[in-house]
């Protein structure tokens, strides 16, 4: 789910990016705040943070003492993607397994969508391997799919994960499975 959520941060500028009246240039500190929502990637009560849509504020700088850095205090409104349980979205498939596939979706790298969730399609173990079902619809690397969101957890640090959502997804329900997004199969005439 997409959301406009309103964001309080504290951005780091070495004192010498200050001007000569001691103040920071607010490109600087934009630049810095960009940088530090992009390190951080997301948060479990936000989400992803997608695009910062508005600057509030910006506060006084406040110098800490000798690390030669001073701290401004920022408020802005930011767009957000939060994954939630029993939500719709299309993913790509990209990896095929017999257990299953995984997923991306937009910033969401970590979805994994498990054979038993894809009630009549059968697993084929081929150089490409490939889940088909009887009306011969294919779900393998590359293919857009349409999914449920079965739940999602909030990971802070696992693997080579780090701030990041894992999801789960089925197949089970109407409208979904694979879906072509190049336009209709019918002859044009």
């Not at 990016?17 to 929502?37: E, F, M, V, Y």
């Not at 849509?53 to 006084?60: E, F, Y």
Request: glycine share 6%.
């Amino acid at each position: 789910m997409f959301g406009d959520v309103e964001v309080c941060s504290t951005v780091r500028i070495i004192a010498e990016n200050l001007d000569r009246n001691g103040l920071a240039p607010q490109r600087s500190i934009i630049t810095h705040l960009l940088k530090d929502l992009l390190n951080m990637k997301a948060s479990k009560d936000h989400g992803y943070f997608l695009a910062v849509t508005n600057l509030k504020s910006i506060g006084k700088g406040e110098v800490v003492n000798k690390s030669g850095e001073v701290l401004f205090d920022v408020e802005f409104n930011c767009r957000t993607f939060m994954p939630m349980k029993g939500e719709i979205l299309q993913g790509v498939v990209h990896r095929t397994f017999r257990h299953g596939v995984l997923l991306r979706c937009g910033p969401v790298k970590y979805i994994f969508l498990s054979a038993r969730k894809m009630p009549s399609y059968q697993y084929i173990s081929e150089e490409n391997p490939v889940f088909l079902n009887d009306e011969l619809a294919r779900i393998e690397n590359n293919v857009v799919v349409r999914f449920s969101v079965l739940d999602v957890r909030w990971i802070e640090k696992m693997w080579d994960m780090r701030r990041d959502f894992m999801m789960l997804a089925s197949l089970v329900g109407d409208s979904l499975g694979p879906i072509s997004l190049c336009g209709s199969d019918e002859l044009d005439l």
